[in-house]
């Protein structure tokens, strides 16, 4: 048995050795770990626990075989916008020392699973651009090419998983931050249905925005960590309904014949899909075809949701800032974008969500006429590291409009939407499309990306 095989499987292959008993939860974190520390030029991680996900593990192995969990010493990473009991929630940032003092949800969800947490991965401070890179953590590589950006916000889950370091890492998109690093890095990755996926313990993520969800190499391995995650609290501001199946049996099941409309149409004027992008999706387009699927080009007549998405973001970072410890140590930028975003205060962003009700009402009429809808996921090829550097707001506004383009209207509505890998291009990087589903239409989503990954297996980095 190579380690090396096991570390960098993943999350259904790694739960059928444990459970056959090929190596143990100890072993399995340590040849992890290893491979961490092995794999810093990407700078993936902000902390790797070390000590305490082998003391995790060693209690995975103690437990009594009916007492495991669906995951069950399965290393996963966290994004440092989740809280992890003893460790500072840093939001991308040397702004915060306190160590959180209680899991998240989710995070507590994954340990009674059986998951071993190994480490937080990073990320921009506090998630505001879809490039990973911050002065405090520096530049997050792209496993396929190290010169160029993982994108973002969470390009350090998407390294990890990317590079075979961890099979799944839990990530946030409040305008695409699991999706566009997912398709920088040639990963799955759902953004879920508003209220599928508990904030808590905070009521919401950049209000109506954000959703938690993690980042794998295949749809089956992300429907399983969504199977142990999914499900509101009384906390949560959003909740919703339970869907009429589990997102694995969708993973494993064979989609009927659906309506598929495509569209290489962006979102915004300010970016339009460089010509491998609309290729990837008229070639996917056709696939779905082969299969049984009556495809369709449509024209989705995206009504304007910019002023529901900007109070919302504002009002988001603003929002998490009580969180920190020395506000004065953030970056010159993120001063500068309070600053620009001062005016985002509770009673406008209430009103931008009710605005953004109403955006989605009108998206809601996209899905009278196909059951999904296929899309870019971004507008652009992954540029090289170093997007950010000396930007201020304004400037890494627009840099950021090209990874956006086709993903941050489809937070304003809350609708599901998935970042789905779609071949290789020239330049040796990740092809990616997105489908996008109706209001509680995940199972949908993860039902044809498993139909279409088994025709096009998902790349790997040499």
Not at 95 to 118: M, S
Not at 277 to 290: C, K
Request: charged share 20%; proline share 8%.
């Amino acid at each position: 048995m190579d380690l090396r095989e096991v570390v960098s499987a993943g999350v259904w292959e790694q739960r059928e050795l444990l459970a056959q008993g090929v190596l143990t939860a100890r072993e399995l974190t340590e040849a992890t770990l290893a491979g961490i520390e092995q794999a810093g030029e990407l700078n993936a991680f902000t902390r790797v626990l070390h000590e305490q996900a082998v003391a995790e593990a060693i209690e995975r192995d103690q437990q009594d075989v009916t007492a495991r969990g669906p995951l069950h010493g399965i290393p996963i990473a966290v994004k440092d916008e989740i809280d992890v009991a003893g460790v500072p929630t840093t939001f991308g940032t040397r702004a915060n020392l306190t160590p959180a003092v209680a899991d998240a949800e989710v995070v507590r969800r994954l340990r009674a699973a059986g998951a071993v947490i190994v480490g937080k991965t990073t990320m921009p401070e506090f998630g505001q651009w879809p490039y990973t890179e911050s002065t405090t953590y520096g530049l997050t590589r792209n496993p396929w090419d190290t010169t160029r950006s993982t994108g973002g916000s969470s390009g350090g889950s998407a390294a990890a998983v990317a590079a075979g370091l961890v099979p799944a890492a839990l990530g946030g998109d409040g305008g695409g931050s699991i999706r566009i690093p997912s398709a920088c890095c040639g990963l799955f990755g759902l953004k879920t249905q508003r209220g599928r996926v508990p904030t808590a313990p905070n009521p919401h993520l950049w209000w109506a925005l954000g959703v938690l969800g993690p980042l794998t190499r295949s749809v089956l391995d992300s429907a399983i960590v969504y199977d142990v995650i999914r499900g509101a609290t009384p906390i949560d501001r959003f909740k919703a309904p339970d869907p009429m199946l589990s997102f694995e049996e969708a993973a494993r099941r064979t989609p009927g014949s659906l309506r598929i409309g495509f569209t290489t149409k962006s979102q915004t004027m300010l970016a339009k899909a460089v010509p491998e992008h609309v290729r990837a999706v008229h070639d996917t387009a056709e696939i779905l075809a082969q299969l049984g699927h009556t495809v369709v080009e449509i024209d989705p007549g995206y009504p304007d949701f910019t002023f529901a998405f900007y109070p919302q973001f504002y009002g988001g970072v603003r929002a998490e800032i009580p969180f920190i410890d020395h506000p004065e140590w953030l970056e010159r930028r993120t001063r500068q974008n309070l600053a620009l975003g001062s005016w985002a205060r509770r009673p406008v962003v209430e009103w931008a969500m009710r605005h953004g009700a109403a955006v989605a009402r009108k998206a809601d009429r996209i899905f009278d006429n196909c059951d999904l809808l296929l899309t870019p996921t971004i507008a652009h090829r992954p540029p090289p590291v170093g997007v950010l550097d000396n930007a201020n707001p304004i400037r890494a506004q627009l840099a950021s409009v090209p990874m956006v383009a086709f993903t941050g209207f489809w937070n304003v509505t809350g609708h599901p939407a998935a970042s789905l890998p779609a071949g290789i291009a020239a330049d040796g990087l990740p092809l990616a499309v997105q489908l996008v589903g109706p209001a509680n239409g995940e199972t949908t989503i993860l039902s044809v990306a498993a139909q279409l990954e088994q025709i096009r297996p998902h790349p790997r980095p040499a």
